[in-house]
């Protein structure tokens, strides 16, 4: 006898899947359930006794109002149900049953659907009878046709028998969907359903949804091709899916936002809306979404209560001394917790979806990032002690296994900042510190450790730290301080200690001949290094090396610097010294343009650029080198607007205000780019950066420029100035003091600069062109226009093959008349004539690849990175780099910019 149904309120969706769109509204107890079925069969008039199932159990799910729906996921639900069994896994909050009631209500499958949401007491007799009573309200069964269970403890098999046969006889698909299955008590439920699937025939279509796999023989269903799974990273939100929710709680947010939240929910269906709820309410949305804390506190009520006190006390207990480690090894953790069992734990945490799953390919679990920081905040508050304890004990514990690296960045964490400057030390862990971004330790782990904290480690630690942060002058007397304690306990003086001093040392050195004897007892004390520690330190060398070029370049010593440089570029061939590489070879072509040698200096250029974009430098962390030596290519070839772009590119990047060379250049190049321009008090704006002290190479370039700007305002006298402030400058300053008393009128004070400049070794190829032009225009002066012509075509000559275009537009009209005058050897200055005239958009400093031809093109039809990795077959680290070199190539720094300036190239 079939009894009457109770309608009781709506149940709750366990997540929202994406904001936006309306679902069409609930048909009623009247109407069919779902399109096509028959209306479910009317019970016994309202006297009758109650019916003792509950009917939210078999309805449907309302999601929330403003959903829209995922449709990358309904297509694989609608496929997934053509086969025998979907099964649908993810922790809480993923948005499981949400994806599945919408899937259902906006018509996706192609037949009835039995819902069924379980808890933790349904008897197996209670579920077959929820089952059986799905059924006869979608008309599916008549009263009599199958029985129903005794008792709720047990089912007959019998009875599972008439239902098998009774299924087998459908003529139309019917989807059972079977929510929270995980929460079924024992396996007797799951070998009843695994025989009715069975035997049911091929229309009934299985939808399993829970927190974990149920105990089905699923092997065997991967291996017939008879499953469709849909996984916790399935259900992640892409970046476009979350900017959607994000929308439908409040104003629009900006890609910033979306892509903060994005990364730091990991694309947690339930974290994104508890957060964009808490972002709606918040006075500031951005600098919430900017607030790892703001979010924690987002989403901690919801974490606590359904994942952590979900756990058995054993589970919590581990979850709370691990959950403060980025990953845990079950050894660790055994360590930790003193539970034997803790891999047998922490492998049932995963398979559960609960904010734990598995490193591919090791022992190894890693916790999600807003779990780990929710259970670090909830052990501070309950055991404020023992945060501090767990992070010592796995110092010691990653220590113990020679994981170096670890150990530090654990003791760091726990306090103990003794023990990780003095393991950092010995194990020479300051060369990756100093060497390259993301390095473990990095400065950023020693950030708080106090300044009095004792021992020579400590204070060498702290000295290499702050030279991490260009703050030369506090590196040098945290390494005095070390070199005190060293000499007071030289008995006690490792090796590892002398070197890293040493190395300081070399890299904080005050001038070249200091960095010199630095840079040779580094590499005697290399030599006493073990082998097997040189293996493991690649990075000392081209170290070494860089500190001893970055001496040469300050002091003005460019033929010297660029033979160091080309040998640091060769020694840090390995993947930990990419940032090195980056910098060293941006500072090779800064030398190289500076010296005329432009060919060379794009190639390095656009080398340095590549390392960074393939090895994923940061941003914070680029050097500005090699957008100033494509500046200065730019202007020597006469394109001040081309070299006005790739400074305003080199001004956002820190060392361009930190590096004494690299922020006396980027002042020059803006000045001669100005100059070329026409702009000539903005060029005198440009030069008001002061000369750096202890860097003469760089204080002659600045005077240099400052007296060619001061004869582009007709003033030769300030110009001579200027220069006579430079003792023992390059030889460019002997040019340009001969320039100015050239146009001063004085040709007596000038040939004897131009006569020294000759003979000088370190006379650069743009000295040399604008020396033959002085001659050429004295000549000219003194009447005697044979010998004039002849001095023109000799810079002619000299400036062909690296088209410098410079020296000739800065001399004056002189130059265009007296090469009018050259007859047969017109031929001489047509590669002049010919140099293009610059444009008023940025140069493309290299071809698009085919590959990033194929990235920009489905950007332009504004795919998102995961989107355009699906489609092209590609890891998403893989589009970002392609990317980064588009941006790099087209002078950009947007997406949106990179489009519209592809267009103006006819790229697209």
């Known amino acids: 006898m079939t009894l009457p149904l109770t309608r009781l309120r709506t149940p709750r969706v366990d997540t929202p899947d994406v904001r936006g769109g309306q679902l069409p509204p609930y048909p009623g107890p009247e109407a069919a359930p779902y399109p096509g079925t028959e209306p479910p069969r009317r019970g016994p008039e309202p006297d009758a006794p109650p019916d003792p199932l509950l009917a939210t159990k078999l309805a449907v799910p309302f999601p929330d109002p403003g959903l829209v729906r995922r449709r990358r996921l309904l297509d694989r639900l609608t496929r997934g149900t053509r086969g025998p069994l979907t099964v649908i896994t993810g922790g809480a909050g993923t948005g499981k049953t949400a994806l599945v009631a919408s899937w259902v209500r906006s018509g996706g499958p ?28 979608q008309g599916l069964l008549t009263d009599d046709a199958v029985g129903t269970p005794a008792c709720p403890d047990g089912v007959d098999r019998a009875l599972l028998v008439r239902l098998a046969a009774a299924l087998e006889r459908l003529t139309r698909p019917l989807v059972l969907v079977l929510d929270d299955l995980d929460k079924l008590p024992g396996r007797d439920v799951y070998a009843g359903l695994r025989f009715v699937a069975e035997h049911a025939g091929p229309a009934l279509r299985l939808v399993l949804v829970g927190r974990e796999d149920p105990p089905l023989p699923l092997h065997r269903h991967r291996t017939e091709g008879s499953i469709h799974e849909i996984r916790e990273r399935d259900l992640a ?40 709820l808490a972002m709606a309410g918040a006075e500031d949305p951005a600098a919430f979404a900017r607030s790892f804390t703001a979010t924690e506190q987002a989403v901690a009520a919801y974490l606590l209560t359904e994942v952590l006190a979900a756990q058995p006390v ?49 022992r190894w679990y890693r916790f999600h990032p807003l779990f780990s920081e929710v259970l670090r905040a909830h052990l501070r508050s309950e055991q404020p002690e023992l945060e501090p304890l767990m992070h010592r004990r796995a110092a010691r514990w990653f220590a113990d296994r020679g994981r170096t690296a670890e150990a530090v960045d654990q003791a760091a964490a726990g ?15 300051v060369g990756p510190l100093l060497a390259g971004p993301g390095a473990v330790p990095s400065a950023e782990t020693f950030s708080h450790m106090p300044d009095d904290t004792p021992g020579t480690a400590a204070a060498l630690v702290a000295a290499a730290c702050r030279l991490a942060r260009e703050d030369t002058a506090g590196c040098r007397a945290r390494l005095a301080r070390a070199e005190r304690r060293m000499i007071r306990d030289a008995p006690r003086t490792g090796p590892a200690e002398l070197l890293t001093a040493a190395l300081l040392r070399l890299l904080c050195a005050p001038d070249h001949l ?59 061939a390995d993947d930990t010294t ?75 990047l820190p060392d361009s205000s930190s ?46 420029t400052r007296a060619a700007a001061a004869l582009a305002h007709g003033d030769p006298d300030t110009a001579v100035a200027a220069l006579e402030r430079v003792t023992d400058g390059p030889p460019s300053c002997a040019v340009a003091l001969a320039r100015a008393h050239l146009a001063a009128g004085r040709p007596g004070l000038a040939l004897p600069l131009i006569r020294d400049a000759e003979d000088a070794a370190e006379t650069t190829t743009p000295d040399r062109v604008r020396l033959a032009l002085l001659r050429s225009h004295h000549a000219l002066l003194a009447g005697d226009e044979g010998t004039a012509r002849d001095r023109l075509v000799e810079a002619l000559d000299t400036a062909r093959p690296e088209r410098l275009v410079r020296p000739f537009t800065e001399a004056g009209p002189w130059v265009r008349h007296l090469a009018g005058g050259l007859d047969g050897r017109r031929e001489a200055c047509n590669w002049l004539d010919a140099a293009p005239p610059d444009r008023a958009g940025p140069a493309v400093v290299e071809a ?30 893989t589009v970002k780099t392609h990317l980064r070199g588009i941006y790099r190539k087209l002078c950009v720094s947007r997406r949106r910019d990179a489009v519209e300036r592809a267009r103006e190239l006819h790229i697209l």
């Open 110 to 137: 192609a037949g009835p659907v039995v819902w069924l949401t379980l808890d933790e007491d349904d008897a197996p007799g209670a579920f077959w009878a929820y089952v059986l009573e799905g059924l006869r309200r």
């Open 237 to 276: 939100f892409t970046r476009r899916e979350a900017a959607s929710l994000l929308r439908g709680t409040g104003p629009a947010p900006d890609q910033e936002v979306v892509e903060l939240l994005h990364a730091r929910t990991e694309g947690w269906a339930a974290g994104l809306r508890l957060c964009a």
């Open 314 to 362: 054993p589970s919590r207990r581990l979850l709370l001394r691990t959950g403060i480690l980025p990953r845990v090894h079950p050894d660790l953790a055994a360590f930790l917790t003193g539970q034997a069992d803790a891999e047998r734990i922490l492998r049932g945490l995963a398979r559960a979806h609960a904010f734990v799953e598995p490193v591919n390919g090791t």
């Open 415 to 429: 306090g103990d900042w003794r023990y990780a400057s003095t393991l950092a030390v010995r194990h020479l862990m």
């Open 514 to 572: 200091a960095a010199e004897e630095a840079a040779h007892r580094v590499a005697g004390l290399m030599a006493h290094v073990p082998p097997e520690e040189r293996v493991r330190h690649p990075e000392i060398e081209p170290l070494r090396l860089y500190g001893l070029a970055g001496a040469l370049l300050r002091a003005g010593h460019l033929r010297r610097a660029r033979a160091v440089l080309e040998e640091t570029v060769r020694a840090g």
């Open 578 to 652: 990419a940032l090195l590489r980056h910098r060293s070879l941006g500072r090779l072509a800064l030398a190289e343009a500076v010296q005329g040698d432009l060919t060379d200096a794009t190639e390095h250029a656009t080398a340095s650029l590549e390392v960074a974009d393939r090895h994923g430098i940061l941003p914070e962390h680029r050097s500005a080198a090699a957008a100033l030596a494509l500046a200065s290519v730019a202007v020597d070839r006469g394109e001040p607007h081309a070299a006005a772009v790739q400074l305003d590119r080199a001004e956002l």
């Open 659 to 704: 590096d004494p060379v690299l922020r006396a250049e980027r002042a020059v190049l803006r000045a001669e780019a100005d100059l070329a321009l026409g702009h000539r008090q903005d060029a005198l704006t440009a030069l008001g950066e002061p000369a750096p002290a202890g860097a003469p190479g760089p204080a002659a370039r600045l005077a240099v």
């Open 848 to 877: 698009l690849s085919p590959r990033e031809r194929e990235v920009l093109a489905k950007v332009a039809r504004m795919m998102s990175t995961e989107e355009i990795a699906a489609e092209l077959q590609l890891s998403v680290n």
